[in-house]
């Protein structure tokens, strides 16, 4: 089950630095940046709780 997990938040992740890049070429920069700092909450919370733990 924690592996699965992973999976749907790397999936996740892709999809989220993907919007990045498009809003980047968009000449949004600014809207790019916060979505590249969420894809990076999407992985360094589950290293804080316990999702990230066995």
Known sequence: M????WVFLIV????TLGF???LWKEKN???SIA??????????IP???DIGMD
């Open 20 to 22: 990045s890049i498009t």
């Open 47 to 49: 290293l804080f709780t």
């Open 12 to 15: 996740i992740l892709i999809y």
């Open 2 to 5: 924690n592996a699965f997990i």
């Open 29 to 31: 920069k600014v809207g």
């Open 35 to 44: 979505v590249f700092i969420l894809a990076l909450v999407i992985v360094i």
